[in-house]
């Protein structure tokens, strides 16, 4: 199994969790985060003062896969996030050693689909 993360412009949850969907994923945990990277921030003017937002706001989706599903997801998640432009985000993919469904107890791929 493997855990894929990606964080994205938070206007572009609806068209990700859409494409997920259209590839038949049923469930993803959605966060919603501050952060930066090249972009560094931003400048914003308040009342005639300038100040600096550091730490823009971003969404992170974190869905469990089957080995076999990851790419379809990773490529899914690209497509429909991609603005061209800086900030688009980032996604990483990770292991997964277990999983369990806690309602009925059963474990491995069984438990996340």
């Known amino acids: 199994m493997k855990k894929v993360e990606a964080i994205i412009k938070p206007f572009k949850l609806e068209e990700v969790k859409e494409a997920l969907a259209a590839i038949g994923i049923q469930g993803l945990t959605v966060t919603e985060v501050k952060g930066f990277g090249r972009q560094k921030g931003h400048k914003e003017l308040y009342r005639g003062a300038e100040y600096v937002v550091e730490f823009l706001p971003k969404v992170k989706l974190e869905i469990v896969v ?29 292991p997964v050693d277990e999983a369990i469904r806690i309602r009925t107890g059963e474990s491995g791929e069984v438990a996340i689909s």
């Open 66 to 94: 089957t080995d076999d599903k990851a790419e379809q997801v990773v490529n899914a998640i690209v497509k429909a996030a991609s603005t061209g432009r800086i900030g688009d985000g980032k996604i990483f993919v990770s």
